[in-house]
């Protein structure tokens, strides 16, 4: 029901309720079996045991499982054992993860269990926010937590901050009127409560129209219970992989096998050949590289202020098409700062940042002293003494007690070196009125230290300037005429087109020793002295972060419950916006259908005025539109959006325990700018993946063509299954790891985001892995048969120069995997894990070898001295032919 549309007397009526008596206890307890308790519903849970077993189903999983049953088959039972603790140490780790990220509804449920007092019997009483029902009477004091949705039905002085709700950074100022307007977002219903949202200033009392999930709060509640959590493009594309290769390994398996027993080959023997087939084609290390590399991912992004939640998230940032973006306190300091100061026809400017009391004025881009300026002083002082904020300073930074508009006005005449505390040795408060949203303005009297007195009045512009008889002109007073209006109105529009919002100031000296009773009195017949505008400034460092994620392809878009106005000159500040861009409101973004919103969304840079169900549905247009879609939020509000984005990231100071639980991304310090850092290490991670795939799978077809070169040349094979396995553990394993810590080359924020249909083997990257793979099995079987023509009798040592030949031509490969382009392109020094990697790795098959103990193990022997040139050149020809190529092709 529209119950800000409904007088006092129909709001009683509907809810059967008393205003003056509240409800009875017995009442009360029978709407509580109607209505419920006032708590968020949990919604089902899966139990442990079956979300542990759901880690199972992921097709890398099974890849692993595969290669396990390969390893027992060939009684190789360390590696399965090795691999069966991979399997269960990755599925911990997405089972804790899981089991977190359900920890949002409950910090949700936390959030909303205030105490409360309620009108019981006639008489005030605090009882627990969970016990409320509709039609309870409650009331609330700055620093109360509203528990739950009430229109409010008193207001002295009563703003609310709904930022957690709405997304608006100012305080709503509270009214008891009806508001005639059906389709009002929650931050324009003045005169209605919301569960969870905080009292800032005055008190009120309300009326409880709803509890639990009816609340706005508890719809929000269910967004994030319904929302799905989305698979990361690595998730898709590793399951690919996943399929690929068990097909692979199967029919391998099969067509080996079928050779032999058509060639008459014993069956036994092939089924052996057909397995060892089998884990040639499985890289079992892939998995565990690829947590590995994403592990060490999250550790660099932890110092670059970015935490991640969910691994596969790290990887997800890369790719990245669009980053839907918050605006208070992510793109802006959510500290409301004087930038613009006019009167009489004169503006200053003002710099500094959020609550530190240093900066500097301007006049026409010159430093001025704000205290030569006699009427720049006066605006300043007078703003500073009618005002109830207080700036502390805690451990070197400066926080706000108060009133966010009232704290920036303090600090601007901190900026200009003045005090509250010295000012209150030259001025005495006489009397209050206090700030009320019917008159719109607060008043003082103030006596100075000669005895003369003053009004001081602040409040907004329109109306000061409709009780002002004169306006301060310089040093002089001018009667307040139409060209003077006209004059003050420009002034107004001028500052509101640049997004700020305006307090006005003014002052009358009236005779020492009189007595005002009330503010009718004290606020008529003003002089006018002058405007203060005032914004929730962007942090500096945004712009340019905004910037590179354009040139990467990126597209911000900023999502907000704040006003048109404010938001278009932000985000055109920011470099979000221009002249040209598309700006949707709210309301108008409720009469769309996701079908409508999809054709206009890519065109759109600011939605402005939104609720969080608008949240959710521009973050599933932008997907159904094929984007990878960062959604970033501190607020309660933003969390359902964030759970279904991509990739949520929640602030990590100003951000809620709802919006954190929710995310897959938290930054430490609340900065976009971190994102960017984000994005670098993501899409390198990426790069890095994709070559430790090419050097694995490149190297795993030399491993399963060298086998059936040699059946189809009705060959011994080459290679036994134990030195396969070693390979494919061991020697391809450390080249591997290393390779994940490349780092990104200078172009990885001038390229545009993936494709997130783009495939594994995309870019090339498939032809790469089959014609280096050729290479490796060419140079190998080659290798081969020359050492077995050359003693047929000690098949043996042909093996072994066979083995170290896979080994070398794989290593020298590996260098070529830095680079899309050959290995020439790239300082082979620029990675020394890498070095170090391969070097370690040539040491442990050399021991192979020459260990007289692991010989017998391996079915190895020593490798003759003669022999090492041809197993050297023949295993850096894959590599030096294509940089061959490479530089040819250059050239023409």
């Known amino acids: 029901m529209n119950y800000h549309e409904m007088n006092e007397k129909e709001v009683e009526r509907t809810l059967n309720t008393d205003f003056s008596a509240g409800l009875t206890n017995e009442d009360a307890s029978k709407r509580r079996k109607q209505f419920g308790k006032n708590e968020l519903d949990e919604g089902e849970k899966q139990s442990a045991l079956l979300l542990f077993f759901s880690q199972f189903k992921d097709f890398m999983v099974l890849v692993l499982l595969a290669a396990t049953l390969i390893s027992g088959l060939l009684g190789e039972y360390i590696d399965a054992i090795a691999i069966i603790a991979i399997i269960i140490l990755n599925s911990f780790l997405g089972f804790f993860q899981e089991r977190r990220a359900e920890k949002s509804l409950s910090a949700l449920k936390e959030l909303s269990q205030p105490q409360v007092q309620a009108l019981r019997d006639g008489e ?26 009430v229109r409010i039905i008193e207001s002295r002085s009563l703003e609310v901050e709904e930022s957690a709700l709405t997304g608006e950074s100012v305080p709503v100022q509270k009214t008891v009127s009806p508001i005639q307007n059906a389709n009002l977002t929650l931050g324009d219903m003045e005169n209605m409560g919301f569960m969870g949202t905080m009292v800032s200033r005055g008190s009120g009392v309300g009326v409880v129209i709803a509890t639990g999930m009816k ?26 992989l996943g399929k690929i ?24 023997e092939m089924v052996l050949a ?33 935490v991640v939640r969910k691994l596969p998230a790290v990887e997800t940032l890369g790719c990245a098409s669009v980053i839907c973006s918050d605006k208070t306190g992510t793109l802006t300091q959510n500290k409301m700062t004087v930038t613009k100061v006019w009167s009489g026809g004169k503006i200053w400017t003002v710099d500094g940042i959020g609550y530190e009391p240093q900066g500097k004025y301007y006049e026409d881009n010159e430093i001025i002293d704000p205290r030569k300026d006699k009427v720049l002083q006066q605006l300043l002082t007078f703003g500073m003494l009618c005002n109830h904020a207080e700036i502390l300073q805690k451990d070197d930074e400066f926080v706000l007690n108060g009133d966010p508009t009232e704290g920036a006005m303090l600090v601007a005449g901190m900026k200009a070196g003045f005090t509250r505390k010295q000012l209150l040795t030259q001025f005495e408060i006489v009397n209050e009125f206090p700030f009320d949203s019917t008159r719109k303005m607060m008043s003082i009297v103030v006596k100075d230290s000669s005895g003369r007195q003053f009004i001081v009045t602040k409040g907004a512009p329109d109306v000061l300037a409709g009780k002002s008889s004169s306006i301060l002109m310089g040093n002089k007073t001018q009667a307040y005429g139409k060209d003077v209006k006209n004059m003050v109105q420009e002034a107004i529009n001028g500052l509101a087109s640049q997004a700020l919002r305006t307090i006005a100031i003014g002052f009358k000296e009236i005779s020492p020793n009189t007595l005002i009773l009330h503010e009718q009195e004290a606020e008529k017949d003003l002089t006018f002295i002058g405007l203060q505008g005032i914004i929730d400034p962007p942090r500096p460092e ?40 598309k700006v949707l409101e709210g309301k108008d973004l409720a009469k769309m259908n996701l079908k ?71 930054l430490m310090d609340d900065n976009f700018a971190s994102i960017k850092a984000a994005i670098i290490e993501g899409r390198n991670i990426y790069e890095n993946i994709r070559k430790f795939i090419r050097y694995l799978l490149a190297s795993n077809v030399g491993e399963i063509l060298v086998m059936l070169f040699a059946m189809l040349l009705a060959l011994p094979l080459p290679l036994v299954p134990i030195q396969i396995l070693w390979v494919n553990l061991v020697t391809d394993g450390l080249p591997a790891m290393a390779l994940g810590l490349d780092r990104p080359e200078d172009n990885v924020m001038k390229r545009h985001p993936r494709n997130p ?63 899309e382009k050959s290995i020439l392109s790239r300082n082979p020094f620029g990675n020394m894990y890498l070095v170090w990697a391969v070097i370690s790795s040539l040491v442990l098959a050399l021991i192979v070898i020459y260990v007289p103990f692991l010989q017998e193990i391996f079915h190895t022997v020593p490798i003759l001295a003669k022999d ?14 294509l940089a061959g190529s490479f530089l040819l092709s250059k050239s023409k």
């Not at 627990?128 to 937590?145: M, N």
């Not at 719809?219 to 594309?237: G, W, Y």
């Open 245 to 268: 290769l068990i097909v692979t390994a199967l029919l391998l398996t099969v067509l080996v096998v079928a050779i032999g027993v058509i060639r008459g080959n014993d069956l036994y």
């Open 274 to 306: 057909g397995v060892s087939l089998a884990v040639a084609a499985i890289p079992e290390g892939l998995p565990a590289i690829v947590t590995i590399a994403l592990s060490l991912g999250v550790q660099k992004m932890i110092r670059k202020n970015a």
């Open 542 to 581: 945004v712009k340019q972060a905004v910037k590179e994620c354009k040139e990467a392809g990126i597209k911000t878009v900023m999502i907000t419950g704040d006003h048109v106005i404010t938001a278009k000159a932000i985000a055109t500040e920011l470099g979000i916006a221009n002249k040209r861009s």
């Open 215 to 240: 609340t706005a709060m508890g719809q929000i509640a269910d967004l994030l219970q319904n929302a799905e959590s989305q698979t990361t493009p690595l998730q898709r594309r590793l399951e690919q």
């Open 124 to 149: 005030w009483v605090k009882i627990l926010s969970k016990e409320l029902v509709p039609g309870d009477i409650i009331k609330f004091v700055s620093g109360d937590r509203i528990g739950a949705d």
């Open 757 to 819: 249909s783009e495939g594994v083997f995309a870019r090339g990257l498939g032809w790469k892995v089959i014609s280096r793979g050729i290479l490796i099995g060419l140079a190998t079987i080659l290798a081969f048969m020359f050492a077995y023509d050359n003693n047929p009798e000690n098949l043996q040592y042909a093996q072994t120069v066979a083995f170290i030949t896979l080994v070398l031509a794989q290593l020298i490969h590996v260098f070529d995997c830095r680079s």
């Open 868 to 881: 090492w040139p041809m197993i050297i050149g023949l295993a850096s020809v894959p590599t030096f032919l």
């Open 596 to 666: 409508e919103l999809e054709e206009v969304v890519d065109e759109v840079s600011v939605f402005a005025r939104v609720s969080p169900e608008h949240k959710l549905k521009i973050v599933q247009a932008f997907q159904n539109r094929g984007h990878i879609v960062a959604m970033t939020g501190d607020g309660v509000n933003d969390a359902p959006a964030i759970k279904t984005a991509d990739i949520g990231i929640a602030m990590g100071i100003t951000g809620t325990d709802v919006a954190k639980e929710a995310s897959s991304l938290v």
